[in-house]
């Protein structure tokens, strides 16, 4: 009888320890904090970092902000998954802007964009994930930092578009 | 002979019947509760590292990359999202989907298809998205999300630079047995993708 009730004190506690395993398995699994593979391998390609200067670009705009500090903290919170947002750039960077964005805005979140499609979709984006984004411009860019220039399909639907368009085709932006 | 060979005849005819019968009662049962079925067809690759994703998918941002969508409940709110993905990665019709112009049946149909079959639709929260023609946060190389590999699950739980997971783990096996890679690996476990080394 003991001996019964001995595998069954065993069984019980097994089952108990077999659950928990299961419950807690994936949790508090430190990986590297460090990122993606990607980052750390020097074989994989990296966006140009295009300021397209004297294009007419068009730029989907997050806020804008008297400081740097504000505009960087500001977009520490505005969250895009793990993918880039806004950029912060200088308002002076692109002809047109600061008077789009007020007399206070020195530095806006921004992202540029060469066509309206591609600038209509970081924006859907932008406010699904529930970040405030408007489209303005056509702004010309006098060749500031990195905007995020680039990331957008080309028209033919191979890949990025990675050059400037036409001036006809830039005048038709607006 | 004739006589025995209809006695035997006739001792299964009763079970043939029945088979016939309950065969397609049970597979209509099957399909009425569970409602689903995987089907594991289609499946590309799983590329490793840069050139093998371009191999396999196409260039970032290219048309196939968000040419299949699906639409995903956030059980915390209700809400349904859409997401849309490669078309290498789903899109195929099922028995229980539409066809939407895809080559496999994946993610939709399989992975979530899992989910969904498993009861885990509750942990999948408040944000889902995958096709964003962008380069990695706080890098200049492009997201596996340029080519429609990648889904960001719950990620308002699961933010970045987060070191463990509190509520994907429930159902990041599923993905991982369908060929994906879960970024709890580098501390995004709100991102799964369709690729290593990357």
Request: neutral net charge.
């Amino acid at each position: 009888m003991r001996r019964i009730i001995a595998i069954g004190i065993g069984l019980l506690l097994g089952a108990v320890l077999g659950v928990t395993v299961l419950a807690t398995s994936g949790r508090g699994e430190a990986g590297s904090p460090a990122g993606p593979p990607a980052l750390f391998d020097p074989s994989v390609p990296q966006i140009p970092a295009d300021n397209g200067v004297g294009e007419r670009l068009l730029l989907v705009v997050g806020g804008a902000f008297s400081t740097q500090a504000q505009a960087d903290a500001a977009n520490d919170e505005m969250s895009f998954g793990d993918i880039q947002g806004y950029y912060v750039v200088p308002a002076d960077a692109f002809l047109g802007l600061r008077q789009v964005v007020g007399g206070d805005g020195n530095f806006v979140l921004a992202s540029a964009f060469r066509t309206r499609d591609g600038a209509q979709e970081f924006a859907s984006l932008a406010i699904s994930a529930s970040v405030p984004a408007r489209i303005v411009g056509p702004v010309v860019s006098l060749g500031g930092p990195y905007a995020g220039l680039g990331q957008e399909s080309d028209p033919s639907g191979q890949g990025p578009l990675l050059h400037a368009l036409s001036p006809e085709e830039q005048a038709a932006l607006g | 002979m004739r006589r025995r060979v209809g006695r035997v005849g006739g001792r299964f005819v009763p079970l043939g019947v029945v088979v016939m019968v309950a065969l397609p009662v049970l597979t209509g049962w099957h399909y009425a509760t569970q409602g689903w079925r995987d089907h594991h067809t289609g499946y590309p690759p799983v590329p490793s590292g840069y050139t093998a994703i371009v191999n396999t998918f196409g260039q970032p941002c290219n048309a196939n990359a968000h040419a299949v969508w699906m639409s995903v409940r956030l059980a915390d709110t209700g809400l349904y999202k859409t997401v849309w993905f490669h078309k290498k990665l789903g899109g195929m019709a099922t028995e229980m989907l539409s066809g939407k112009g895809g080559s496999s049946t994946n993610l939709d149909n399989d992975v979530f298809g899992h989910i969904k079959n498993n009861h885990l639709t509750q942990y999948v929260k408040t944000d889902v998205g995958s096709y964003a023609c962008r380069a990695m946060r706080s890098g200049s190389a492009w997201s596996t999300h340029a080519w429609g590999i990648a889904i960001d699950v719950s990620w308002l739980y699961e933010p970045n630079n987060q070191c463990y997971s509190t509520t994907n783990y429930n159902f990041a096996p599923i993905f991982q047995s369908h060929g994906w890679t879960w970024g709890l690996a580098w501390c995004d476990p709100m991102h799964f993708q369709y690729a290593t080394n990357y």
